[in-house]
Structure formats: C-alpha cells, structure tokens
C-alpha cells in the first residue's frame, strides 16, 4: 500500500512511496453496491471479458478472480483492469525481469 511522504496544497501535489507487485490501483472508475447499467447487457460482458483476456493473456483467470472477490465480498464493481492497475506479482514469461533497474554506464564519468 502506497504511504503519503508528503503535499503541498498550494501546488496541489503529493508524494507517495513506490507500491511493489502485487497490488490493485486506480479505483477512480470502481462503483459500489450496483453494476453500471452497461455491464447488465451480455455483449457488452463478453466485449469486456475478451479484453482481459487480451490484456492479461495467462493471469486473466486470476485477475478474474480478483474481480470476482471485490464484487462478491465487498460489492465493488472494478471497471479499470489493466495491466498498469493490476499485478499479480506472478512471474511474465515475456518479461521476467521487469522491475529490474536497467545498469548504469559510467564510462561518460571515466
């Protein structure tokens, strides 16, 4: 969970500490207790399940599950699922070694 370091009203700024995988951000777009009225039609379900799944590839099942437990356990109807705003913390076959700091070249220091 991200911490607040501190604000600046004036400038209407923060600053928040680094959040690490996993987590679930971005609740801007979320409504409690009731679904969207577009979320009721089944095309439109469908259209927004073959977007996780294109989104997510392997892990959209889990992050379906996720989804599942905040609609059924705290009526909250997330409509933001993007890689960006969900991370399992589950390795990425396409890119293990994401969070890895690139390596710094000091040779322009030499």
Known sequence: MPVLEGH????????????????????????????????????DKRRFESLGRSEFGDQWPQVNAVLFTLKSSYGIYYLDPRPQNICLGLPDSENDDWMKEPPIDYTEYE
């Open 8 to 43: 600046d009203v004036y400038l209407r700024v923060i600053e928040m500490t680094f959040v690490r995988p996993p987590y679930l951000l971005d609740f801007g777009k979320a409504t409690l207790d009731h679904p969207p009225s577009y979320l009721c039609d089944e095309q």
